[in-house]
């Protein structure tokens, strides 16, 4: 809303600039540039009509721009309170299936060891016992995203974090798909849970490799931009249309046939949490890059 207040106040000021420059330095410029009297008095005619037409220029110029900067801003404040009642009702619907998943798993365990190992009926209860830890982990995802307060914030060398994480990112790209880590010499650090960077970066190079089919790399780079951390995750898959990134961090919002919708989500939240920032950059055919803007310590 400020934004949108201030920007009729810079057209007016913009407006005034330069109808007093105008004021100040047509005459002069016109003198500076013709000698002969009568073509002076000819071009002084014309130059109220001249000044119409580039103040008409130059206001179409700025509203369009201020137009586009107050769509964009009402755009990321809608996108803010949509993920934040997204996250609400996530919370909800974790707490209640947590309480649902928590009776199902402890009565199938009980269950199991009455039946004993032989029972025909342990495929069955071997498959409820599946199912509940599928759920347990969708709310695992669900908490995290919702997840406000309680994160055990340390100092965090982006380097040494990386390096100590690297061999569990590995195993999470196929065979096929090359892990390339690039870390500067000066690497910068952040205030952060280090079990919610490890969800952010799992979910993100995971990602990446299932964005790419046969043969690819994932390339995880760190770099330091003003008073953020930047932390990249490129692809060499096929890469996303624009109506796909607009919705990609809507909690429940897959393009995979067996994903939850959460990954991006968790990483939304988490990031935004910290204080951060999250963008993706893809063009179909291109790949896809996610880049993980974090407060920098000094």
Not at 148 to 165: C, N
């Amino acid at each position: 809303m400020r934004q949108r207040s201030a920007e009729p106040l810079k057209i007016a000021l913009s407006y005034a600039l330069f109808g007093g420059l105008w004021i100040l330095l047509s005459d002069r410029i016109l003198l500076w540039m013709v000698r002969d009297p009568e073509t002076l008095t000819r071009l002084q005619s014309f130059k109220g009509y001249a000044f119409v037409v580039i103040t008409a220029v130059l206001l179409h110029a700025l509203t369009r721009r201020s137009l586009a900067r107050i769509r964009q801003a009402e755009a990321q404040a809608w996108q803010a309170q949509k993920m934040e009642a997204l996250g609400r009702l996530a919370a909800t619907v974790a707490h209640d299936m947590n309480n649902a998943l928590g009776a199902m798993n402890g009565l199938a365990q009980v269950v199991q060891e009455e039946l004993g190992p032989q029972h025909p009926q342990q495929a069955n209860l071997d498959a409820i016992s599946a199912a509940g830890s599928r759920g347990r982990d969708l709310v695992r995802q669900l908490t995290a995203f919702t997840r406000h307060q309680g994160a055990q914030t340390a100092v965090l060398a982006l380097d040494e974090s990386l390096r100590a994480q690297e061999p569990l990112l590995r195993r999470l790209v196929r065979p096929e798909v090359r892990l390339d880590l690039i870390l500067p010499p000066a690497c910068p650090s952040v205030l952060m849970d280090p079990v919610q960077l490890e969800q952010v970066l799992m979910n993100l190079v995971s990602n990446a490799s299932d964005a790419i089919q046969g043969a690819g790399a994932v390339i995880l780079s760190v770099a330091q931009e003003g008073r953020w951390a930047l932390i990249s995750v490129r692809d060499t898959g096929q890469g996303m249309d624009e109506a796909t990134q607009r919705r990609i961090f809507e909690p429940f919002f897959t393009t995979k046939a067996e994903g939850t919708g959460l990954g991006l989500a968790t990483v939304y939240g988490i990031v935004h949490q910290t204080g951060g920032r999250v963008s993706v950059h893809s063009r179909v055919g291109e790949g896809t890059t996610f880049d993980v803007r974090l407060p920098r310590l000094a």
